[in-house]
């Protein structure tokens, strides 16, 4: 059972564009949500933290939204840069998890020149 | 600041040998998880330890073990390895054990023929 779930497997976005990459989950025990990108060989790299008593982190050029409701997740890139295209991972944690974190299966951004 | 250091980088065994990888966390962080990548799974935990003391375990055989040293530096075993068991292993650090930001090496890519 995938609690936490990237169904887009792939985006496109032109340079200069906004980039949305989506992230659901099902475990409502679920209370701090990160967003990682990974290079082909090389560890993910945090981008951005939300924890569930907020709606919306910024950081920069990056925007984590969450909608508890929905239990859904959205990480905003403006504006894209090519730089920017790597596999991007969401992930959760729960309460008393400790570091144990419940992975997406990413989403692969291409951003465009 | 010295990052999370793995070794090796690269490693190729056969089926039914063992394996011990190596992770040293970043200076003054106390906790070491350590995660494995599959193209069929993603990204999964394995376990974490807290100051030499297993905090959590993921949903893996008895085969994966791992262990802690009093200079926080983490090692993992797989014994009796399976084809399956070829993956990326990643360890990551933190400060500690609750909400942090995990910082990744770039992982002991393991090959299981």
């Known amino acids: 059972d995938q609690q936490v779930k990237q169904n887009s497997p792939s985006l496109s976005v032109q340079e200069g564009r906004i980039s949305i990459l989506n992230c659901d989950y099902t475990n409502s025990m679920f209370d701090y949500f990160l967003w990682y990108k990974k290079y082909p060989a090389e560890g993910p790299t945090f981008l951005i933290s939300i924890s569930s008593i907020k709606d919306k982190n910024e950081d920069g050029r990056f925007t984590v939204f969450l909608n508890k409701s929905a239990k859904h997740l959205s990480l905003h890139i403006v504006p894209s840069q090519p730089g920017d295209s790597a596999v991007y991972f969401c992930a959760a944690n729960g309460n008393n998890a400790g570091n144990m974190l419940t992975f997406g299966g990413g989403t692969r951004l291409m951003v465009k020149p | 600041k010295a990052g999370v250091t793995q070794t090796p980088r690269y490693l190729i065994k056969t089926r039914g040998q063992q394996v011990t990888l190596s992770c040293s966390p970043i200076?003054?962080?106390?906790?070491v998880s350590w995660y494995q990548q599959t193209p069929g799974q993603g990204l999964q935990f394995l376990f974490e330890y807290f100051s030499e003391t297993q905090r959590n375990k993921g949903n893996f055989p008895g085969r994966f073990s791992g262990r802690q040293f009093s200079n926080s530096r983490s090692e993992m075993n797989v014994s009796t390895l399976e084809l399956g068991d070829s993956a990326l292993y990643l360890c990551?650090?933190?400060?500690?054990?609750?909400?942090?930001?995990?910082?990744f090496g770039s992982g002991t890519q393991l090959s299981v023929l």
């Open positions: 200076s003054g962080h106390r906790s």
């Open positions: 990551a650090s933190s400060a500690s054990t609750t909400n942090e930001k995990l910082f």
